[in-house]
């Protein structure tokens, strides 16, 4: 007999839920688009911005890609260092020029940063209302962070509880904490982390929230295909 399919919920990145909801289907699953936060973009004005240009513009996300584009004439010729290659295809088709290649967590962009900048270097974080690590990552290894908060990252109101899934896909650690805030059906999901920073999150969550915990190769749709083509099929 042939297996069920499987179904996942995609809770992000809200931006593009439906990349990674195709990727799921073409790996034979059933997508069901389930953001768990809302993202409101914000308007730099001058005062959010540091007088001094800086010497690298990290973007962690690629919610603040916006606030980034509308920043292009201002910063042109500014190395971006960011994480996730679809954020690097944004910033390079904004004409803004990539420093190396994407990281594939924040933690991983500090500590390439760290070794890879000279001590008092003045980077530009363009940031998520709650995002915080990266700046102290950095800030404690001694170089100069100038954060502009480029998008606001509020709950979004789930109908509880949540659908019964096989496995849940979790986009980033803010969007983990909001997954624990919520009701659960019967049954314990596998859960897929986008990147090492939300895997973080996840296991810091009571350990019977998951029945196994798992993190993607890097922030792609096609990486999610590849971990969901290699789970076992339920018979």
Known sequence: MRPETRRILITGPVRSLGDYAEAARGAGWDP????????????????????????????????????????????????????????????????????????????????????????????????GSLAEELGDRLRAAGLRVSDAVAYATLPREIESPVPAADAVFLASPSGARRWAELEHGAGRPVAI???????????ALPEDTFSAILTLLEPSPAALRSCLESLPERT
């Open 193 to 203: 982390a986008i990147g090492p920073t939300t895997l973080d999150v996840i296991h």
């Open 32 to 127: 069901v688009e389930l953001p768990l936060l809302e993202i409101r973009p914000r308007e730099l004005e001058a005062s959010d911005l540091p007088a001094e240009a800086p010497d690298l513009i990290c973007v962690t996300s690629s919610n603040a890609v916006p606030a980034l584009e509308a920043l292009a004439d201002r910063y042109a010729g500014i190395p971006c260092a960011v994480v996730g290659g679809s954020t690097a295809a944004r910033v390079a088709g904004a004409g803004l020029e990539l420093a190396g290649e994407p990281a594939p967590g924040a933690a991983q962009l500090a500590e390439r940063l760290v070794a890879e900048l000279p001590a008092g270097a003045h980077v530009l974080w363009l940031r």
